[in-house]
Structure formats: structure tokens, C-alpha cells
């Protein structure tokens, strides 16, 4: 099996700064793409940035020019970098990982529990 673990949600204030982390383990062959969704009360969730395994990104327009993505391969870990934060920013970020457990299979999704993050004064 596969665990995703997300850190680094919390309380920040308008304008601050977050960071948040993902660490993939378990029986992992390799790791596509990587990313974070969110969702906030009484909204679907909704794809904030995402990062292949190659390095190039994608982001919301809504975040676009304030989040920032990477990962390192290595450690099979995605971050994601929000500053200028937001009230509208706040909701449950989770992350999602394509990762292939046997070499003969395709990828399969895979979601961490969650991290809150507030923004509010």
C-alpha cells in the first residue's frame, strides 16, 4: 500500500505565509504526477497546483503568481509554498500522488488525510 502524509497546515494571518509538505511511502515503484487539491466548506474540491515528474507545473488562476510547487524525487515528497495568503484561501488541502506499485500495472491515485489551513485575522 501507499501512505500520503500532508504537514504544515495551521492558522495564519492575511498576507502571511504557509508551507505545506507531502511525504509518499510504502510500496512505491515510481511516482507521476504530484499535487494538491483543497476544499472549502460547501464547495467541491478543486485542484490548487500540480507538478509531473518532470518538473513542469500547473496552478489555479486563483493562486497563480502566490503558490509554488516542487518536489524532490528523491524523497518522494511535494511541496507547496503559499504566500500572500488569503481568507478565501482557506479549506483542507489534500494531496494526490499517480504512483505505480508494480512495474506491469499503471498508476494509481492516491490521497493524504488532509491538512487545515485558516487564514484570518
Known amino acids: 500500500q501507499v501512505q500520503l502524509v500532508e504537514s504544515g497546515g495551521g492558522l495564519v494571518q492575511p498576507g502571511g505565509s504557509l508551507r505545506l509538505s507531502c511525504v509518499a511511502s510504502?510500496?512505491?515503484?515510481?511516482?507521476?504526477?504530484m499535487g494538491w487539491y483543497r476544499q472549502a466548506p460547501g464547495k467541491q474540491r478543486e485542484l490548487v497546483a500540480g507538478?509531473?515528474?518532470?518538473?513542469?507545473?500547473t496552478y489555479a488562476g486563483s493562486v497563480q503568481g502566490r503558490f509554488t510547487v516542487s518536489r524532490d524525487n528523491a524523497k518522494n515528497t511535494v511541496y507547496l509554498q503559499m504566500n500572500s495568503l488569503k481568507p478565501e484561501d482557506t479549506a483542507v488541502y489534500y494531496c494526490?500522488?499517480?504512483?505505480?506499485?508494480?512495474?506491469?500495472?499503471?498508476?494509481?491515485?492516491?490521497w493524504g488525510q488532509g491538512t487545515q489551513v485558516t487564514v484570518s485575522s
Open positions: 510504502g510500496n512505491i515503484f515510481s511516482i507521476y504526477a
Open positions: 494526490d500522488a499517480a504512483v505505480v506499485v508494480d512495474a506491469h500495472r499503471g498508476p494509481g491515485h492516491y
Open positions: 507538478t509531473s515528474s518532470g518538473g513542469s507545473t
